[in-house]
């Protein structure tokens, strides 16, 4: 029986991941004190993030009858960011500009995501490689963001604005180049769109991303103001 979104395995895997997810970020928060520790477990979950979503884009190599190599480079915007997430918090520092772009999409594509994951029934196996490491890299996305924030690498401010401007760029103008090279005709949904049947092609979701993006943080430097009124 092929699993379906919303059916018994996709609902236990957002149950069980939801709750060893905020348990882990419980402890984590309760329990981690001094930076050191805070670094160690930031690090085991990009290394997590990393595996999970590098061996989904393996899977996505030899899925099909002949081995496409360029399917190891991330062509989705969820699929790019943990790989850039990942690499940022292993390799960066705290609060670098590759925070300030990704931490949204990590959070609410890595949510959203594992929610209405419509590529479950792609496979019989709730298990399938893609399926299942699919899933994972979502989850991790998501849990490392809120550890980022409940850590304080990043402080979140409309002064780093240019780099959500930057990212969206570069991941535009490599789905244009993995069009044109590789043929891909939805990379980044630049020309197809991330729903079927819909308006949702880069073209809308970038300006909707940026419109909320830029209220949230309105609404946490009124929220930064309120507590911290200048006398």
């Known amino acids: 029986m092929v699993p379906e979104l919303f059916g018994i395995e996709h609902i236990l895997y957002i149950i069980i991941s939801s709750f060893i997810g905020c348990i882990g970020l419980y402890f984590a928060y309760r329990y981690a004190k001094s ?15 990393f595996l999970s979503v590098m061996t989904n884009r393996v ?7 002949n081995i496409r190599w360029y399917c190891i480079i991330p062509d ?4 790019m960011t943990s790989l850039v997430l990942s690499l940022a918090v292993l390799f960066g520092k705290k609060d ?10 990590g ?23 893609p399926t299942i490491t699919g899933l994972l890299h979502h989850s991790f996305s998501a849990i490392v963001v809120i550890a980022l924030l409940m850590f304080k690498q990043i402080n979140i401010t409309y002064k780093k604005w240019y780099c959500t401007l930057f990212g969206f760029t570069c991941y535009l103008t ?3 180049f993995m069009m044109q090279a590789f043929n891909l005709s939805d990379a980044f949904h630049i020309a197809e769109p991330l729903l079927p049947n819909t308006p949702l092609t880069a073209w809308v979701m970038a ?4 419109s909320a993006y830029a209220l949230i943080l ?8 309120k507590n911290n009124p200048v006398n």
């Open 76 to 79: 989705s915007y969820c699929a």
């Open 35 to 49: 930076d050191k520790v805070k670094m160690v477990i930031l690090k085991c979950l990009a290394i997590a993030l």
């Open 107 to 129: 959070l609410f594509g890595g949510i959203s995501t594992v929610i209405y994951a419509t590529f479950v029934s792609q496979n019989s196996s709730f298990f399938y490689i």
């Open 174 to 176: 490599l789905g244009a």
């Open 96 to 105: 670098n500009n590759v925070y300030h772009f990704v931490w949204l999409l």
């Open 218 to 225: 309105l609404i946490i430097e009124l929220f930064k103001k």
């Open 207 to 210: 300006p909707m991303y940026v």
């Open 59 to 65: 899977s996505q190599v030899f899925r099909y009858d």
